[in-house]
């Protein structure tokens, strides 16, 4: 199971939440609050899993998910955005994005969907 998490957000506020969340699930290494420190802090922390906002300046998740995802395939990234649009979703998708949930974030929401890309257990971790 993957144990290094790095949580992007432009807002402090849903990078605490986030990080809150899943604390008890991965190990919190790092968070960013736009793509370009996103990318950065990937290449200095090389989490397992990321958590990515869409909307955000300087440099949108959309095309963090694309630097990330050429830098390292492998690694997991579960999209929490208040976007719910479903083509910004796609376009997020196509760039490599493995799931995603909206905000507010739902802890059970969250875990189920890290549970569906991370093969988890059905049991609930919470």
Not at 98 to 118: C, I
Request: aromatic share 6%.
């Amino acid at each position: 199971m993957s144990d290094r998490a790095l949580v992007v957000d432009d807002s402090s506020f849903q990078r605490t939440i986030v990080s809150n969340t899943i604390e008890d699930w991965f190990d919190i290494v790092a968070t960013a609050e736009n793509g370009k420190e996103a990318i950065e802090q990937f290449k200095k922390e090389r989490p397992d899993v990321v958590t990515m906002d869409i909307m955000m300046p300087e440099m949108d998740g959309i095309t963090a998910v694309k630097n990330i995802k050429e830098i390292s395939p492998e690694t997991i990234i579960v999209m929490v955005t208040s976007v719910k649009q479903k083509q910004k979703m796609r376009e997020a998708a196509k760039a490599g994005a493995d799931g995603y949930v909206t905000k507010p974030v739902n802890t059970k929401k969250l875990r189920d969907e890290f549970a569906d890309v991370l093969d988890w257990p059905a049991a609930s971790q919470e």
